[in-house]
């Protein structure tokens, strides 16, 4: 332990797994479930408002989201979570992290209850405030993936088993029964349930103690919170507090920027979950929309988007938590940009072959595996490392800048990838794709590793401490 470092956040440092740990493994990660849940659940549903509020008498396919509606249902929630990362991030550096923290799922939980609310009587109506919603529930949002298919599943099984239906080809109009308006507002609304738990678990926990000491400058309260959930005594050291002052640089100043200036760019891609259903159709994955009814549509969507994140998603993620303290951070990212780049332009560049009705299954592995490199890569380590290289006084605000950056490329992702699969097709789509993943990997060279470092290192304010200590005594 270094003489200048307080002796609570070296306990943090050096304190072995314990109940609190286990405690704040859950928060963070039910947090991290529902913004999931919430932004990826409204996929599982889009056919089967197409179905419903924009069915045509007479037509001989069912009805589909116009490309503006769909590309607005889906990238509204990301568009407001720029703001509201930036706007949160600011303000839990600000406040406290756990009033804030409190602040946002209660915003999420508003908004998804809203969301499966929207009551009225015409389609533009039901667009227009599902999207006013979704927006408001995006600013709120500061396994997940599997959850949203695994009630999909649930809730379209109950309501095909109680309302059966047959086919479109058979009978338009009772292919979709009245009671299946229910299935996406159930669906939709499932996400307040974890956000409101979270929220209750989150109040019995106390605030962070590197907030508390370096940003609140309360020590002792910092002590006294820890010396609780650790279980040890812990001296609050003010004295060591004072050696801090003047130790200190803000964000728009060109020491920060020199420091952390390029490790705010991160990189986060959400159009492979968004639209993997438009994919899969587009190459004859699932049977044609005429043969089913809607509640079945969207049985088939769930059950195909589930075993996707069951066999690829979260082993990607397992295989993460597994390595990622025995391997550097740096090395898993490079290498789940790299293996989705090779899958992607594998499959665009023979896009024909795959399209062909005996190479459908090895396309489906194929895309499949991006799933497990994006999770055994980039889509992991782009949550750990910011929360990981930035002073305290600034990590919330600088892991806001950089999640934002990351929901900027989805924003693109869930707005342009329908427009420019209509326009050129998904062959070259998924060419530009497999391009801004290698551009990924090319950014990941700018992140440093932190893997085995106190945060004190890995952010330079152990390195500032040292060189104030020897300014001061010479």
């Not at 405030?129 to 408001?136: A, P, S």
């Not at 605030?207 to 940003?215: D, F, G, M, N, S």
């Not at 159709?281 to 988007?305: L, R």
């Not at 993460?320 to 293996?339: C, S, Y």
């Amino acid at each position: 332990m270094a003489k200048d470092q307080l002796q609570v956040l070296n306990a943090l440092d050096v304190a072995k797994t314990q109940w609190y740990h286990f405690t704040a493994i859950i928060i963070a990660g039910i947090g991290f479930f529902t913004d999931a849940y919430d932004l990826f659940c409204i996929s599982l549903v889009t056919k089967l408002l197409g179905r419903i509020y924009y069915h045509k008498e007479g037509d001989s396919t069912p009805g589909t989201l116009p490309s503006n509606v769909s590309a607005a249902i889906n990238g509204v929630a990301f568009c407001d979570t720029l703001e509201g990362q930036l706007f949160f991030g600011w303000l839990g550096d600000k406040m406290r992290r756990k009033r804030v923290y409190g602040m946002t799922l209660l915003l999420m939980v508003i908004s998804s209850v809203a969301s499966g609310l929207s009551f009225v009587s015409d389609s533009k109506s039901v667009m227009a405030t599902l999207c006013f919603f979704r927006f408001w529930l995006g600013f709120g949002i500061g396994f997940r993936i599997l959850a949203g298919g695994m009630i999909a599943i649930m809730v379209s099984a109950v309501f095909k088993a109680f309302y059966p239906a047959p086919s479109y080809e058979i009978d338009a109009n009772l292919s979709i029964v009245l009671e299946a308006d229910y299935i996406w507002r159930n669906i939709l609304m499932f996400g307040a349930f974890p956000a409101l738990l979270t929220y209750y678990w989150r109040t019995k926990m106390p605030e962070t103690a590197r907030y508390t000491a370096l940003v609140a400058k309360n020590a002792k309260q910092a002590a006294a919170g820890m010396s609780k959930v650790l279980q040890a005594d812990l001296e609050f050291e003010p004295e060591k507090l004072q050696q801090k002052k003047g130790n200190e640089f803000g964000l728009f100043t060109t020491r920060f920027l020199s420091r952390h200036g390029l490790h705010l760019l991160d990189i986060a891609f959400y159009s492979q979950n968004l639209f993997q259903k438009d994919i899969f159709s587009a190459i004859g994955c699932f049977p044609k929309a005429k043969t089913m009814n809607a509640i079945e549509e969207v049985y088939k969507i769930a059950i195909a988007q589930t075993l996707i994140a069951l066999y690829n998603t979260v082993p990607g993620y397992w295989f993460t938590v597994a390595l990622i303290d025995k391997i550097e951070r740096f090395k898993i990212q490079l290498m789940g940009f790299f293996f989705m780049t090779i899958f992607m332009f594998a499959l665009a560049i023979p896009y024909h072959h795959w399209t062909l009705p005996n190479n459908q299954i090895g396309f489906v592995i194929m895309y499949s595996l991006t799933f497990f490199f994006a999770n055994f890569g980039p889509n992991a380590t782009t949550f750990v490392v910011p929360a990981e290289i930035f002073p305290a006084r600034l990590r919330s605000t600088c892991h806001g800048i950089s999640a934002t950056s990351g929901k900027a490329g989805a924003m693109v992702g869930a707005f342009g990838f329908l427009y420019v699969a209509d326009a050129i097709g998904v062959k070259k789509s998924l060419m530009i794709l497999g391009f801004i993943n290698f551009l990924g990997m090319l950014f990941t060279f700018l992140a440093p590793e932190s893997k085995g470092k106190s945060l004190e290192e890995i952010s330079g304010e152990a390195d500032k401490k040292k060189e104030l200590k020897h300014n001061l005594g010479s």
